[in-house]
């Protein structure tokens, strides 16, 4: 049985933005203290703060696009939906990194850095996602961390994720339980083999895109799971609490990881479910997740320049409220009147096709 969610009887926006946050909270170690410093819960897990927002993002994001296909007339409309909720906002902040926070920090003249072609490649090449371009021509070079925006990696992973979706779909596997479980036999054959006989070889090396693919593909599948099975996932909270006994059983082992993400998976699922009037008026508000998430690492390394010796709690105080007010601004003049247009962009695009087909007729 499926679950679909009303809009604004969840906490899952809220949960988002705890996951941005805890994205901003991770980079705030190494962005204040250098490359090699993480922040306390890594010498814990293995794994940084900034990784279990990620996962969060992840799962989250395996169940709504999973709606969103079930809700989606076809494939150019869900296509259409999820490309009007990135690249609206991804648009905006790579040109005002490239034309406002670069030509302000950059240590070269403004003409040569309007000439390099650095500064025209970093919003061609990071709009295709694969490649990503972290840096501008000087810009942040003398900080402790060189680089302008390090959170735009996981978008590459979450597109291409989202084709999974729209393949299974395609093929009625999303909403069928008897083939979606086919599908999670066959996805958990390969998880494991893969990890078995792959990360654990010589060729691991020079696999960095398939390894991350491996690691966020699980809670992705696993929101993709809750939207087919939750509401038959009788005595939550009973599972909820297996999973974590069985995932302090597999501390310290090479299981840890996965145990650890499908028992976060779970209580990220049972908070968002829940209601308050906390989320309620927050969802009333809007969901700043995405802007808070690709405006803080830059907005970190402004900190950075300014206050060299800014510790990571100092920074997150600074950071955390004016990547608010920047994502805040993308809300509420750029995602949200763009996601408008969802239904136009769908019909415009399909407009060539039936004039087409009607010609055939």
Known sequence: MIVTESKNNNSFNLVRMMAALFVLVSHSYPLSLGPSEKEPLFSIFGFTLGGVGVITFFVISGY?????????????????????????????????????IGPLYTEVSVK?????????????????LKNIQFGL???????????????LWTLYYEVVLYGLVAVLGYFSIVGNARLFLWFLFVYTVVYILFK?????????????????LHTWSLPFVVGMSFFQF?????????????????????????????????AWCFVVFLVGFATSKVSRFYNRLGDYSFGVYIYAFPIQQIIAHHFPLVQPVQMITLAFPLSLLAAL?????????CMRYRGGLANLLKAPRAVLKKRRL
């Open 64 to 100: 709504f696009i999973s709606l969103s296909w079930a809700r989606s007339s076809g494939l150019v409309d869900f296509f259409c939906a999820r490309f009007l909720r990135i690249y609206p906002g991804l648009v905006v902040v790579l040109c005002v990194t490239a034309f406002v």
């Open 112 to 128: 040569e850095y309007f000439s390099s072609e650095t500064t025209y490649g970093y919003i061609t090449n990071n709009l295709w």
């Open 137 to 151: 021509l000087d810009v942040f070079e003398d900080n402790v961390y060189p680089g302008v925006n390090g959170s």
């Open 196 to 212: 078995f006989f792959v990360l654990n070889s010589e060729a691991a090396a020079g696999l960095f895109r398939t390894k991350s």
């Open 230 to 262: 939750w509401s038959s996932m009788r005595h939550k909270l009973a599972i909820v609490i297996v999973l974590v006994l069985l995932c302090c059983l597999f501390y310290g082992s090479n299981w840890f990881l996965e145990a650890f993400i499908i």
């Open 329 to 337: 601004v993308s809300w509420h003049l750029i995602e949200k009147p």
